[in-house]
Nanobody
Framework: QVQLVESGGGSVQAGGSLRLSCAAS??????????MGWFRQAPGKEREFVAT????????NYADSVKGRFTISRDNAKNTMYLQMNSLKPEDTAVYYC???????????????????WGQGTQVTVSS
């Protein structure tokens, strides 16, 4: 099995920054094969794609709403993925989830169903 644990959420004012971390563990987790991603879900809304990164970091993509403000990265030696969030806006308020896929494809990176492991989520609140 694979366990994903997010951390780094909190409350900030608009324009502030936060750095989320996602620590992966488990007998079947392999940093060198699994693609990963960040999703978020605001109250009353569907879970939406935020950013994705393949196992080597050679493929990265972002939702249009966060391009230029968020940066995804990973450290395979530490089995950890990160999301640096700058210039935060109130509309970024949501529960942020990390996800991992054992069958990652570039064509499916934005769809939640493409990921078979999920963390419990961490709350990010941005006030105006």
């Amino acid at each position: 099995q694979v366990q994903l644990v997010e951390s780094g959420g909190g409350s900030v004012q608009a324009g502030g920054s936060l750095r989320l971390s996602c620590a992966a563990s488990g007998r079947t987790f392999n940093s060198y094969t699994m693609g990963m991603g960040w999703f978020r879900q605001a109250p009353g809304k569907e879970r939406e794609f935020v950013a994705t990164i393949n196992w080597s970091g050679s493929y990265i993509n972002y939702a249009d709403s966060v391009k230029g403000r968020f940066t995804i990265s990973r450290d395979n030696a530490k089995n950890t993925m990160y999301l640096q969030m700058n210039s935060l806006k109130p509309e970024d308020t949501a529960v942020y989830y990390c996800a991992a896929s054992s069958s990652y494809t570039i064509s499916g990176y934005a769809r939640p169903v493409s990921y078979n492991y999920w963390g419990q989520g961490t709350q990010v609140t941005v006030s105006s």
